[in-house]
């Protein structure tokens, strides 16, 4: 299929706009020989193109902001994605404040500076080092700052360890039988059970 598509020369709302384009196959009803009618069936497909338009003056968005759950006293990893929206380039100063379970800022990390033209984006992929914090939950929050403006996202993250501990099991068993086994194991840290049956 080959869809020619005319559009606007300008569209004057700032922001985000979706065009749906979907074609379907035709398909007509077949007597079935009997007075009655079989069942077609048709496919479809359906595509979307996506059309940004820049907001007046500088204008900065996180596309994508994502944190990886890792082992106590090793490096985690992030990812952020950040956006010129605007019609002009604009100068970014970023920094990722880590929260734990209670809300309290316990550690802040600066990124740097990012110089994005209008209609781009960088995406920054690297490590924290989070060495001295605890097994528990975490919360990650980027904060991008750009005249006088400033964006947030945030993502949940768990710090924990790979041990685990056996907290019950099956002590009896029948003899000359099939017996289920049933161990339950807890995390290292206490915060998480599961029953497994062997």
Same mark, same amino acid.
């Given at each position: 299929v080959? =869809?020619?598509?005319?559009?606007?020369?300008?569209?004057?709302?700032?922001?985000?706009?979706?065009?749906?384009?979907? =074609?379907? +196959?035709v398909?007509?009803?077949?007597?079935?020989?009997?007075? /009655?009618?079989?069942?077609?069936?048709?496919?479809?497909?359906?595509?979307?193109?996506?059309?940004?338009?820049?907001?007046?003056? @500088?204008?900065?968005?996180?596309?994508?902001?994502?944190?990886?759950? =890792?082992?106590t006293?090793?490096?985690?990893?992030?990812?952020?994605?950040?956006?010129?929206?605007?019609s002009? @380039? *604009?100068?970014?100063?970023?920094? *990722?404040? *880590?929260?734990?379970?209670?809300?309290k800022?316990?550690?802040?990390?600066?990124?740097?500076?990012?110089?994005?033209?209008?209609?781009?984006?960088?995406?920054?992929?690297? @490590?924290?080092?989070?060495?001295?914090?605890?097994?528990?939950?975490?919360?990650?929050? =980027?904060?991008?700052?750009?005249?006088?403006?400033?964006?947030?996202?945030?993502?949940?993250?768990?710090?924990?360890?790979?041990?685990?501990?056996?907290?019950?099991?099956?002590?009896?068993? +029948?003899?000359?039988s099939?017996?289920?086994?049933?161990?339950?194991? +807890?995390?290292?840290?206490?915060?998480? /059970?599961?029953?497994?049956?062997?």
């Open positions: 080959t =869809a020619y598509v005319n559009l606007p020369p300008n569209i004057e709302k700032p922001g985000p706009h979706a065009i749906l384009i979907g =074609a379907r +196959e398909s007509s009803s077949q007597d079935d020989g009997r007075g /009655g009618f079989g069942i077609g069936v048709s496919t479809g497909i359906r595509s979307i193109i996506q059309v940004n338009i820049p907001y007046p003056g @500088k204008y900065g968005e996180i596309g994508n902001f994502e944190v990886q759950d =890792a082992n006293g090793e490096m985690v990893i992030y990812a952020l994605r950040i956006h010129s929206r605007g002009e @380039k *604009i100068t970014t100063s970023s920094r *990722i404040e *880590i929260y734990d379970s209670e809300n800022s316990v550690k802040t990390f600066n990124i740097g500076a990012d110089e994005i033209p209008s209609g781009d984006f960088v995406e920054i992929n690297s @490590k924290l080092d989070v060495g001295n914090l605890g097994a528990g939950n975490y919360k990650a929050v =980027a904060v991008v700052s750009y005249d006088g403006k400033e964006v947030r996202r945030e993502d949940d993250f768990r710090l924990g360890e790979l041990r685990v501990k056996i907290v019950n099991y099956t002590k009896e068993l +029948e003899k000359n099939i017996n289920p086994f049933e161990i339950e194991v +807890e995390s290292d840290d206490g915060q998480l /059970g599961d029953d497994f049956s062997v």
